[in-house]
């Protein structure tokens, strides 16, 4: 790779005594492995700077799947993520580890990502929407293409107070049965806006979510959502986990 560019650690585990093997979400490679050599060592200037949620300018080498770091300098600190939204942020990088292919160019998807992670780290109240912003964007990037605002059996547009049932590669569908997959036109409609105005629309969001991922993450459990279910118990028993059903 000739240049410097910009990336976040998503996931990093030791390699050998010294080194690192790094999953770094970069700006115009996409999702690349790398391993960072010595990084570990006492003597390492990069010791501190390769975690997620710090802002990077990499570069590394390589013909392999597994690349050569060959630089790396933090743009910034690390965004001060703690407590849920340090989980939240979890999830968002595992989410990206588990979907993305490697080496897929996902330009706009990494500004999805950063706009996510900027807004947890400002912890202005519930993280809810913005993870469904960013499962929602990352979806369309994906090429998950879904029609919100037309019913896929009649083509006409969706209407707030009627019942849609979602049904893979065909959309959604008018139906008098209710569901898990009922979904009403203001649902819809919130959903195609990415804004959801009150408790009812951000559960029917995380709802679709988890519907539109589960053929991407398959039936392997998130770690970052058991992490939180440890973290939580003492602290909210009753609050929603980011990748709860």
């Known amino acids: 790779m000739d240049g410097w560019q910009r990336a976040f650690v998503l ?5 050998s005594e010294t080194s690192l093997l790094l999953d770094l979400f970069s700006e115009q490679h996409g999702r690349v492995r790398v391993l960072a050599k010595g990084a570990r060592s006492k003597r390492s200037s990069l010791k501190g700077a390769l975690q997620p949620f710090t802002p990077l300018l990499v570069r590394w080498g390589g013909r392999g799947e ?30 990206l580890s588990r979907v993305l292919e490697h080496e897929t160019p996902f330009s706009e998807l990494f500004f999805d990502y950063l706009h996510c992670i900027q807004t947890l780290a400002a912890d202005a109240g519930s993280p809810e929407p913005a993870l469904r912003r960013f499962e929602l964007a990352m979806l369309g990037h994906l090429g998950y ?35 898990h997959r009922s979904f009403t036109g ?5 959903l195609y806006l990415r804004e959801f105005p009150d408790a009812d629309t951000l559960r029917a969001a995380k709802r679709f979510t988890r ?35």
Not at 11 to 15: E, L, V
Not at 69 to 95: D, F, I, K, Q, W
Request: glycine share 12%; with cysteine; aromatic share 10%.
């Open 66 to 95: 597994v690349k050569t770091l060959r630089g790396a300098e933090p743009v910034s600190m690390a965004l001060p993520l703690s407590g849920t939204t340090l989980y939240c942020g979890l999830y968002v990088n595992e989410l």
């Open 186 to 190: 203001r649902h819809l409609k919130a």
């Open 211 to 245: 519907i539109a991922l589960k053929p991407y993450l398959g039936g392997k459990p998130l770690k970052s959502t058991e992490l939180f279910r440890q973290f939580l118990p003492r602290k909210r028993p009753d609050a929603a986990l980011p990748g709860d059903e």
């Open 145 to 179: 293409g879904v029609d919100f605002l037309h019913c896929a059996g009649s083509g006409e547009d969706v209407a707030d107070g009627m019942t849609y049932s979602y049904r893979e590669e065909k959309g959604f569908i008018a139906s008098l049965v209710v569901g």
């Open 11 to 15: 996931h990093g585990r030791p390699w």
